[in-house]
């Protein structure tokens, strides 16, 4: 069935669902990706009406569907060792000073877990069997899926140390050739779960040491970034690390993280 073009109507309808949830900002620019992105689902089910997806999204009949809207709508582009200053300094300034009992760190919108495998493995170098874990969460249920899988192609290695693909991956051969996998120990001390970064925290989440927050609040509105900040602040020891993307900043956001260097910053 022909799909018509989405209105304005029906774009600020998706727009206001997906800020009230996720605290995701859509700029009238981006309608024609909401637009292209819904597509599937309207033929799907064999809709022609971007309003006709919205009442099933927001109705009762079908429930799952609201969390597919959300998985295709958020934006999940990441790689392993994406900014690699980061994972230096990470290495360097934290770990490798580190005296402790044991040593925990979230990354915060983990997508499909790049990010967090790759601290797993610097993280692994250097702390080799003390005790330590990764929390990796993250909005999307399909990116979730991803990550506890841990299955990736081979063009998405461009900074990961070789000896690394050596160490902690399996590469995949016949059917498999052109995938690896990140080996079990290291996925057994990541634990994914699903958070909304809107809502409140989970129980018995803990503290950490270190968390990885980037790629994210650049979707979200001034109001929205420094509730989110100071909400995953409080789940900082004193003392402890956060990090925000190299294109992000927490100027005016909070009082209670200190920058070290642009994008790294210290509880007070
Ligand atoms: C671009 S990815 C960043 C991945 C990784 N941190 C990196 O820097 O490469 C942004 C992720 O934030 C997630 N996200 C967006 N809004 C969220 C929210 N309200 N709560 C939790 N995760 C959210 C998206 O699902 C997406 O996977």
Not at 26 to 43: C, F, H, Y
Not at 130 to 147: G, H, M, N, R, Y
Not at 230 to 242: D, H, I, V
Request: hydrophobic residues 40%; glycine residues 4%; aromatic residues 12%.
């Amino acid at each position: 069935m022909a799909i018509s073009p989405i209105t304005t109507e029906e774009f600020e309808c998706f727009r206001r669902l997906i800020y009230d949830h996720a605290g995701i900002s859509l700029v009238p620019e981006k309608k024609v990706m909401v637009a292209s992105r819904l597509a599937k689902r309207l033929d799907h089910y064999g809709l022609s009406l971007y309003g006709d997806y919205y009442q099933l999204v927001v109705g009762r009949d079908n429930p799952q569907e609201f969390q597919v809207m959300v998985n295709i709508l958020t934006t999940n582009e990441t790689y392993f060792f994406r900014e690699p200053k980061h994972f230096e300094y990470f290495r360097d300034e934290i770990l490798r000073p580190w005296r402790g009992n044991s040593f925990r760190v979230w990354s915060a919108a983990s997508s499909t877990g790049e990010e967090a495998y790759s601290l797993a493995m610097v993280m692994s170098e250097h702390l080799r069997s003390q005790q330590w874990e990764i929390f990796a969460s993250d909005l999307s249920t399909k990116v979730l899926d991803v990550a506890r899988n841990g299955v990736y192609t081979m063009d998405r290695l461009e900074h990961m140390d070789p000896r690394f693909l050596e160490k902690y991956c399996l590469k995949g051969v016949r059917a498999q050739s052109g995938f690896f996998r990140v080996d079990k120990n290291i996925r057994s001390r990541v634990t994914f779960s699903q958070v909304n970064l809107m809502s409140p925290l989970p129980v018995n989440l803990g503290l950490f040491d270190v968390i990885f927050l980037r790629n994210v609040l650049i979707y979200f509105d001034q109001e929205t970034k420094k509730h989110v900040v100071e909400r995953l602040a409080t789940a900082l020891k004193p003392g402890g690390y956060f990090f925000v993307s190299h294109s992000e900043s927490l100027h005016r956001v909070t009082d209670h993280l200190r920058m070290l260097k642009p994008s790294i910053y210290r509880k007070i």
